[in-house]
């Protein structure tokens, strides 16, 4: 809407011949605005409100003529409410993981966003509320369990309005809801700092619909803690323990052969595991004898089949910050090259061309494999090493990779390109990964100060293709 800072304010007009004799008049830009009142008392009051809110610097509507407070106060929309509207108006075509992040973040903070508490459901039960229901468009046509229902409409009752948001002390309540979990405890940084970013958007928008005059998150003095991006090295095992895990799997009941080599590839092609789900054959070039490539070209994350826009439980989706069409060449090795080519010829592939399925054709589940992985792992790993985050997750093989081609002397940009990074996010998250640099270090330093000898060589940095 237009707005303009420029506010004249004239003095009373009286006609006594009118209902509403007294006249407050004033402009802005070089429009001309006036209300009628009974008593002067009234238009003195009305006038004092004007001049409070110009010299308070607000700007004021040039098609009605008044502070942009008081036109947010006549929308009245709730916080529950513009939540709604923010997901409605962007569930079309968003990812189906994005929608959850949206609907887990609203959920976290709206049921604390309320005026009372008096007469409240449980606070598990109106969570699990909104996350399912409130902030997911795909079932609002689906009439929700009646105490689901009780619990939305004591929300939709309770909820705070999106203009309350100009006193930083309903702001610091936001701030403060998003940093705690359901049982009290603090959440993990990464977390907050996740559903921070998405509230800060959901607060734009309520400036961009004039619900807001700024978005007021920025305005608090609210320290989000430091998250801990890099990979923990505690967590990478090493190539002869990541051979003998990949055997184990191989011997875990029914399940295990099936994965053996959807755990190599996220071991020797640091593929993620919705890219490995997704993968198909003719995007695998697989040679009797030396280096393969896998073309990479999209994902299947699982999100649950109320968050998909065709119902089914996995998202099919681009690489992850790509473009939609993108696709990602990479090298394999001949031990994968191998173990696709021995998993083709056991298992066969899906009817769509998919290489992993279980062994009724459904898709693989994190379940089904992270159950094989954990007996594969007490198999391997020592007592002492399974109490350990080392290899705790199937996830943990991909770091595993990436930290093997960085200290195999990879050129870095080859390694992000493989492993699907940018160059400053591979070498912020493996950072503590890379071996072997600091005896180099040191050795030019010694050098420097003229004590020591020619400092020794890196490895050559060779390409792995």
Request: net charge positive; glycine share 6%; hydrophobic share 40%.
């Amino acid at each position: 809407m237009p707005t303009s800072y420029k506010v004249q304010f004239w003095e009373h007009r009286v006609r006594l011949d009118r209902r509403k004799p007294y006249m407050v008049r004033w402009v802005v830009g070089v429009r001309e605005f006036s209300e009628s009142y009974l008593t002067k008392t009234q238009a003195d009051g009305r006038k004092a409100e004007l001049i409070t809110a110009a010299r308070a610097g607000e700007p004021f509507d040039l098609d009605r003529g008044l502070p942009l407070s008081e036109l947010r106060k006549e929308k009245q929309v709730t916080w529950y409410q513009h939540g709604r509207s923010y997901v409605e108006k962007r569930w079309e075509g968003a990812p189906a993981k994005t929608r959850t992040t949206w609907a887990d973040a609203l959920a976290t903070v709206t049921f604390e966003l309320v005026r009372t508490k008096a007469g409240m459901p449980d606070k598990r039960l109106v969570r699990r509320a909104l996350y399912s229901w409130a902030f997911n468009v795909n079932q609002r046509d689906t009439e929700p369990p009646p105490e689901m229902a009780k619990a939305l409409a004591w929300v939709a009752k309770n909820s705070v309005m999106v203009a309350e948001f100009e006193d930083p002390k309903m702001m610091r309540r936001m701030l403060d809801a998003l940093a705690v979990k359901l049982d009290g405890k603090k959440a993990a940084p990464s977390v907050i700092l996740r559903k921070r970013r998405i509230l800060h958007h959901i607060l734009g928008h309520a400036v961009e619909e004039g619900l807001l005059t700024t978005n007021p998150m920025p305005l608090v003095q609210w320290q989000p803690p430091d998250s801990e991006e890099e990979v923990d090295p505690g967590v990478v095992v090493n190539p002869e323990q990541a051979i003998a895990l990949l055997d184990a799997v191989g011997r875990q009941g029914r399940r295990g052969p099936r994965l053996k080599a959807f755990f190599g590839c996220l071991y020797y092609a640091a593929m993620r595991p919705a890219e490995v789900i997704h993968l198909k054959r003719d995007r695998c070039i697989l040679p009797e004898q030396g280096w393969g490539r896998l073309v990479l070209d999209g994902s299947r994350p699982r999100v649950g089949s109320s968050w998909t826009d065709d119902g089914t439980s996995h998202d099919t989706r681009g690489l992850k910050h790509r473009a939609v069409k993108a696709t990602r060449p990479v090298p394999i090795p001949p031990e994968l090259v191998a173990l696709l080519r021995d998993h083709i010829d056991a298992h066969g592939v899906a009817p769509d061309g998919r290489l992993f399925r279980t062994s009724r054709d459904g898709m693989v589940q994190e379940s089904g494999y992270g159950a094989v992985w954990a007996k594969a792992r007490a198999e391997v790993l020592s007592p002492a090493d399974c109490v350990t985050a080392l290899g705790k997750r199937p996830y943990d093989l991909r770091h595993a990779c990436v930290s093997l081609w960085l200290n195999s002397g990879v050129d870095p940009t080859e390694v992000a390109r493989r492993a699907g990074h940018s160059v400053a996010v591979l070498l912020r998250v493996y950072a503590k990964c890379l071996h072997g640099t600091e005896d180099y270090a040191n050795e030019l330093i010694s050098k420097r100060l003229g004590r020591g000898a020619v400092p020794p060589q890196l490895p050559r940095r060779t390409d792995l293709a």
